[in-house]
């Protein structure tokens, strides 16, 4: 049998019906390779191990008696730090936030160990998830397994630097502005930000309806297998879809020919994209068209304003509303960029909301009009590779000093409500990965993971088992 690190979720279920391997095993050997693994990329927020080993024992007790809890039992699975599990204390990487436990379980934590995953540990994150890098005041730099002087992106942080390792198989992401893609192209992992509304969500995010629950793993069937999990209906969200979802992995492996699909390098737009990311994501453009798929080039039709001053006015007002509560004499112990955006939602009217709302329906109809001729629309998922760690931009100054300048291709998405997924690419020159957005119609989540998985099973990624210098 493989090492339990290269195993995915369908092989660890078999291994347990047939009683080759434990979920307490499993759990054991995830801890094991943490405790290895963690003190160099800096990934772990919380953990309660004898809480995780008495779910495995119990998860190992079912499947000796044949008798699995759900489609997810005895699967390791890990949390970010700003979704609610009841009995930790997210503190979303800020000194503000009380280390007071939570009193409930968000949705997607209820149906993970609804279907019986084990949650192993909570991940960490950028304070408040404000921005794409693995930096805190609270937890201090997390590190990009592909090479530790490299961020793994944000804000899922950790989620990012664990899957990369195959610490865990799964590991559960939010997504503002593209804070589930961005360290899942920094680190080599699938990613999916869903139709919003796809994965119910509670409390309400302050980011409003840019913010998505999604998945991260090391392929692509893990990721199905999660999000059929995650969909599962809640009523304390009331802008979730609340109906019941597919089966994911139905159709996975039907392949994309004859799919009518537009790639486009740049959207239009976008400038100073890395020489590797361009020759990576469109050599995998290409993939697509020997996979049967009709290619052509094709922008969306949009300008860089007509997604970036709707994605930042919404943006800005869901940190001013974390901000206002928050004393002055605070502002010291925080992220200066953080505090910096809070302010400028502060500063924003109620026309200057409504305006962005209206604006962001315009950019929906552009895309919805694009997809009229397109099924799935292809980009890099980033332009760069992982900035290096502990700075907000690159240090050559080409993307100025505001990070969501270097994530162009992420937001937009966010904005229209569309499923975006990142697929690896390949490694560029410098040994980190690159990653290719697959954008799809809303609620067309099935054929966005469908087409990941095709151009996986074509193209393999390389596996890492240890961190990088």
């Not at 980009?379 to 969501?404: C, K, L, N, Y």
């Amino acid at each position: 049998m493989s090492a339990i690190r290269d195993l995915a979720v369908a092989d660890l279920l078999r291994a347990y019906a047939r009683h080759e391997l434990s979920p307490v095993a499993v759990l054991e050997d995830t801890y094991a390779r943490l405790d290895a693994a963690n003190p160099k990329i800096n990934a772990v927020s919380y953990e309660d191990r004898p809480a995780a080993l008495a779910a495995a024992r119990g998860s190992e007790a079912r499947w000796l008696k044949g008798e699995p809890k759900g489609a997810l039992d005895g699967v390791p699975v890990s949390i970010k730090s700003n979704v609610a599990k009841k009995g930790w204390a997210g503190r979303r990487g800020s000194y503000q936030l009380p280390d007071t436990p939570a009193s409930f379980d968000a949705p997607a934590v209820v149906a993970l160990e609804s279907a019986g995953a084990i949650s192993f540990c909570q991940t960490t994150m950028p304070e408040f998830g404000w921005k794409g890098i693995g930096d805190s005041p609270l937890h201090g730099i997390t590190r990009n397994p592909w090479g530790l002087g490299h961020t793994t992106g944000g804000s899922s942080a950790g989620a990012g630097a664990l899957g990369a390792l195959g610490i865990g198989p799964l590991h559960l992401g939010t997504d503002g502005l593209g804070s589930v893609r961005m360290p899942a192209s920094f680190c080599g992992l699938f990613g999916l930000k869903p139709s919003f509304g796809r994965v119910p969500a509670y409390p309400a995010s302050p980011f409003g309806v840019l913010a998505h629950l999604g998945p991260m793993a090391r392929t692509v069937e893990d990721g199905a297998f999660m999000l059929n999990v995650l969909s599962r209906p809640d009523a304390r969200d009331m802008l979730a879809m609340n109906t019941p979802a597919p089966d994911f992995r139905i159709g996975l492996n039907d392949g994309i020919a004859g799919l009518r699909v537009g790639w486009s390098r740049d959207l239009g737009f976008v400038e100073n994209i890395d020489p590797e990311v361009a020759r990576l994501t469109e050599a995998a453009a290409k993939r697509f068209a020997e996979l049967g798929a009709h290619v052509e080039e094709a922008d969306p039709g949009f300008a860089l304003e007509d997604a970036r001053w709707p994605a930042d006015i919404m943006w800005w007002s869901g940190a001013g509303s974390i901000l206002k509560p928050i004393p002055p004499e605070k502002f010291s112990e925080m992220d200066p960029g953080f505090v910096a955006s809070g302010k400028k939602g502060l500063a924003l009217s109620a026309l200057d909301l409504i305006t962005a709302l209206a604006r962001r329906a315009a950019l929906g109809e552009t895309m919805r009009r694009f997809h009229e001729r397109y099924d799935l629309l292809l980009t890099p998922t980033m332009p760069i590779t992982a900035v290096e760690a502990g700075r907000d931009t690159p240090a050559d100054g080409i993307w100025g000093s505001d990070w969501v300048n270097w994530s162009p291709f992420t937001y937009p998405f966010n904005l229209t409500a569309q499923p975006a997924a990142t697929v690896p690419c390949g490694l560029a020159a410098n040994g980190l990965p690159v990653g290719l957005q697959i954008i799809g119609r809303q609620r067309e989540d099935d054929l966005v993971m469908r087409a990941a998985r095709a151009f996986e099973s074509a193209q393999p990624f390389p596996r890492l088992d240890a961190p990088r210098g």
